[in-house]
T-cell receptor, first 112, second 112 residues
Framework: QQKVQQSPESLTVSEGAMASLNCTFS??????FRWYRQHSAKGLEVLVS????GEKEEGRFTAHLNRANLHVSLHIREPQPSDSAVYLC????????????FGGGTRLTVRP | EAAVTQSPRNKVAVTGGKVTLSCNQT?????MYWYRQDTGHGLRLIHY???????EKGDIPDGYKASRPSQENFSLILELATPSQTSVYFC???????????FGPGTRLLVL
């Protein structure tokens, strides 16, 4: 069964400094990766989806995927206090209707 | 962007009672999902559906039933609620092509 782990569990950065979040997965045949953001007591907002090795940028959010290392990361450029939230990594096999497996999340705090 | 709504947003139930959580999506997505989110476990898939009339068991289906009477609506049913089912429940919908899942705002359930 797929296992998805995120690190660190919590991260504090200053406004404007780069924030880097990590996610490892166990099934090397996975090919569908997403990063979600969840503000307190709110639903999940999809930030970036990536399906092949390399990087994918969506505004200030960049995902890097290295399937050989079973690793996907999220980098947030110029984070703002409004980016303070829990960030969730989600992995699936990519076929239609494939189930997502979520990591436990990283709680990001951005200090003004 | 996908619009997924859930009702009720908050619910208090008694042990042994029946609880129905409802989800509606207005984007004609084929796939719909129910998750629960608990501290230390992240998001876990309970049931999902590929279309009207279909329901499939997810990773933690015990104690839950699901119903998909139409493309737009997907319900989660707790026939005999227990305190261990106290959680935040999220509904999501997704299309078959990219299978990006769009989440509702969540329902906070407390079983006393």
């Amino acid at each position: 069964q797929q296992k998805v782990q995120q690190s660190p569990e919590s991260l504090t950065v200053s406004e404007g400094a780069m924030a880097s979040l990590n996610c490892t997965f166990s099934d090397g045949t996975s090919n569908n990766f997403r990063w979600y953001r969840q503000h307190s007591a709110k639903g999940l907002e999809v930030l970036v989806s990536i399906f092949s090795d390399g990087e994918k940028e969506e505004g200030r959010f960049t995902a890097h995927l290295n399937r050989a290392n079973l690793h996907v990361s999220l980098h947030i450029r110029e984070p703002q206090p409004s980016d303070s939230a829990v960030y969730l990594c989600a992995v699936s096999m990519g076929n239609a209707g494939a189930k997502l497996t979520f990591g436990g999340g990283t709680r990001l705090t951005v200090r003004p | 962007e996908a619009a997924v709504t859930q009702s009720p947003r908050n619910k208090v139930a008694v042990t042994g009672g029946k609880v129905t959580l409802s989800c509606n999506q207005t984007n004609n997505h084929n796939n719909m999902y129910w998750y629960r989110q608990d501290t230390g476990h992240g998001l876990r898939l309970i049931h999902y559906s590929y279309g009207a009339g279909s329901t499939e068991k997810g990773d933690i289906p015990d104690g839950y039933k699901a119903s998909r009477p139409s493309q737009e609506n997907f319900s989660l049913i707790l026939e005999l609620a227990t305190p261990s089912q106290t959680s935040v429940y999220f509904c999501a919908s997704g299309d078959r092509v990219q299978d990006t899942q769009y989440f509702g705002p969540g329902t906070r359930l407390l079983v006393l």
